[in-house]
């Protein structure tokens, strides 16, 4: 198993040009999320999706869009970049949450992401 | 207001010394993770504590979870250079949906 993937590893943009960041988990989980990571701010949840065909805003989500293309695969778009999204994003899943609920994340090794 | 507040930030101490670092909070939480990140990689779970007072060890590593669930800690007993990393703590609140929060981190540096 692959666990989590994500692409692309690295990436630099203008101001104002458009990318997405593409997230696939093979672990059957139900819920994926979407971090970044910046210096001095820890993990910040974006967006989340509880299941498939749902998706809920997150502590930061201005300035980003979301699609749940299916159990496997959840994206993260840019519509139009700026320097203050330059950061590391990573993409988690978790499995079904079990009572308590525990929510264990498995992360990907992260988007290396500049806009210049 | 940051709701898992990790000390200290940063430790560096020397090889064989042991350390402990902190997961405080003023919320209840059902259950609290700890997660190891090293350069370049995502975060890797180390433990899940559920059990207010839990004591959880693996190998050199003790998470405790306080008795009112709303702290924890990390001690490393030994400290060996490949413990190097970013510590993140985080849990799921009492009561809430199935968003987990994230501390801050400390970051470790074990001096060989």
């Known amino acids: 198993n692959a666990g989590v993937t994500q692409t692309p590893k690295f990436q630099v943009l203008k101001t104002g040009q458009s990318m997405t960041l593409q997230c696939a988990q093979d672990m059957n989980h139900n819920s994926m999320y979407w971090y970044r990571q910046d210096p001095g701010m820890g993990l910040r949840l974006i967006y989340y999706s509880a299941s498939e065909g749902t998706t809920d805003k997150g502590e930061v989500p201005n300035g980003y869009n979301v699609s749940r293309l299916n159990k496997r695969e959840f994206s993260l778009r840019l519509e139009s970049a700026a320097p203050s999204q330059t950061s590391v994003y990573f993409c988690?899943?978790?499995?079904?949450?079990?009572?308590?609920?525990?929510?264990?994340?498995?992360f990907g090794p992260g988007t290396r992401l500049t806009v210049l | 207001t940051q709701l898992l507040e990790q000390s200290p930030q940063f430790l560096s101490i020397q090889e064989g010394e042991n350390l402990t670092v902190y997961c405080n909070s003023s919320s209840v939480f059902s259950s609290l993770q700890w997660y190891r990140q090293e350069p370049g990689e995502g975060p890797v779970l180390l433990v899940t504590v559920v059990t207010g007072g839990e004591v959880k060890k693996l190998k050199r590593l003790t998470f405790q979870f306080g008795d009112a669930r709303k702290d924890s800690s990390l001690h490393i007993t030994a400290a060996q250079p490949g413990d190097t990393g970013l510590y993140l703590c985080a849990g799921a609140r009492l009561n809430r949906d199935d968003k987990i929060i994230f501390g801050k981190g400390t970051r470790l540096h074990i001096l060989p």
């Open positions: 988690a899943s978790s499995p079904p949450p079990q009572k308590p609920n525990y929510n264990e994340q498995f």
